[in-house]
């Protein structure tokens, strides 16, 4: 009689222990796709079915957003979007962490070499002090409306919590700046540069 309640015992654990990983590795899936059907809707220019994937606020890019025809820079940038799912973590109940490579357009690049040919205008006297954002921006979009423009891949870790309506992507600064083509960090380097050739 006390092998067979082992045995009950033992088979009662094994399909307690089956039943929580199929839950653990179903909600992993979940909250993987989260990040791949925002990137799938960013890429699409889908805004209003991105918004579904967000946890709370929105997109803002700090200077790309003001710049003239600056949507359509986001617009370049989100189409040559990609993201691989390198892995993912829960971290509670309600919160996950989700290692990802994501690839675009190197807006690093772009910016870094806006920023060079205008230091050299600069330098040369070909501009004034009052010009350099002006130039800064002509120049970076003629570039980003160029063909053929680089891409590069980052990976980033991104936050991923369970709302009501299901699990929702927060959107920080390392997440913008990856699906921006690490815009947001070129252009504080871009800025410290130029401050710095000012100041000389």
Same mark, same amino acid.
Request: aromatic fraction near 6%.
């Given at each position: 009689?006390?092998?067979?309640? =082992? ?126 954002? =002006? =130039? ?31 699990? =929702? ?32």
């Amino acid at each position: 009689m006390k092998k067979y309640f =082992r045995k009950i015992t033992a088979l009662i654990l094994v399909l307690a222990l089956a039943v929580c990983i199929s839950a653990c590795g179903g909600q992993k899936k979940e909250i993987e796709e989260t990040v791949l059907n925002l990137i799938a809707a960013l890429k699409s220019g889908d805004m209003e079915e991105a918004g579904k994937f967000i946890d709370s606020g929105g997109l803002t890019f700090s200077g790309i957003d003001s710049l003239d025809g600056g949507d359509q820079v986001i617009d370049s940038v989100f189409k040559a979007l990609d993201c691989e799912i390198v892995s993912s973590e829960k971290k509670g109940s309600n919160e996950a962490a989700v290692n990802a490579k994501i690839t675009t357009l190197d807006l690093t690049a772009v910016l870094g070499q806006s920023t060079m040919k205008v230091l050299q205008e600069f330098a040369m006297g070909e501009i004034e002090e009052e010009d350099i954002d =002006r =130039r800064t921006e002509e120049i970076f979009k003629e570039a980003i409306s160029g063909k053929d423009l680089e891409t590069a891949a980052t990976e980033v870790v991104i936050l991923v919590k369970k709302s009501e309506s299901g699990w =929702r992507v927060v959107v920080d600064k390392d997440f913008q700046n990856a699906i921006s083509g690490g815009f947001l960090g070129a252009v504080n380097k871009a800025q410290s540069a130029l401050f710095k050739t000012e100041g000389e």
